[in-house]
């Protein structure tokens, strides 16, 4: 599953994340290192030894903040934030509001912490990344693997005893997690960067599909699985979240908004109203991230002013989470 879709400067500059078909796809990650609670892995969980670097645009990095954020590994786990323009050397670390410079290797690029852990890399340079200061390297840059990681590897260092990973609800989050993702997650950016016809309205009509079965689905109940804020709850808000502002319209995602959606509006609005999501949301660094870095697709680089959406609007906000 992937993390990051920014690369080299651009979003998708190489041609083979797409067929001949013009359908997009994505290029797996490549450090898979696992860190577990007792060290068994090579890599063990500890206070001050990880340091995550994100892209608040970014979903995939998104997912891994807000996991962070609920877990409440602040302390635990330091974190830096790329300017939300992407140069042309791709990802770069700059004073811009909301951006946290690299304390720990003091990058400029992002590429340079790539090349610091693999001098001989040459692959994808992408967010997010958990960076081991202990070893010198990266650990991991795969976005699932990490936000897992942080909720149940490091549930010990937790200062927020909540489990999104509860045994008895596994193998259907990850079912969820597998079910929504490539219609849904992936499904915006199939339908975004292809580049043919028949891709694209194949990609769209799926994603809505999807979306219009999960309509139903929380028209009786309130979580993705149940009762239960889970992982996979986390995955499908940071999508829903950019949707209306972003792949409505520039990735042309436009059979119908989310707001048009009566349940996953009142689902999106009462995710985003728990503390630990919204602090991590910052629509500034979204939308200019994606109209301002994606010149193939906005060669202009103008950003829109809208739409107005008020996140905050009432909502059914009864929250269960599972400890």
Known sequence: MASGMMVAGKWLADGNERNQNGEFHEIPTTFRHYITADGSSGFKAETGRYHLYVALGCPWAHRTLIMREIKG?????????????MSDKGWMFSDAPGSIPDSVNHAKYLQEIYLKANPKYTGRVTVPVLWDRQNQTIINNESREIMRMFDVEFAELATQKINLYPPELQQQ???????????????????????SQVAYEQAVTELFESLDKWEIIL?????????????ADICMFVTLYRFDS?????????????????????YLKKLYQILEFKVTCNLDHIKRGYYMSMTDINPNRIVPKGPIIDFDEPCDRMNVLHK
């Not at 990850?174 to 219609?183: C, G, H, N, R, S």
């Not at 028209?219 to 992982?231: A, D, V």
């Not at 436009?254 to 009566?262: A, H, K, M, V």
């Open 173 to 195: 989050i990850d079912e969820v997690i597998d079910a929504i993702y490539t219609p849904i997650n992936a499904g915006v950016y199939r339908a975004g960067f292809a580049t």
């Open 246 to 266: 972003v792949y409505y319209s520039h990735f042309k995602c436009n059979l119908r908004r989310i707001i048009d959606y009566p349940h996953l509006w009142n």
């Open 73 to 85: 590994l602040y302390d635990v786990i330091s974190v830096a934030i790329v300017d939300p323009i």
């Open 219 to 231: 028209s009786k109940q309130r979580y993705l699985c149940g009762n239960f804020l889970t992982e």
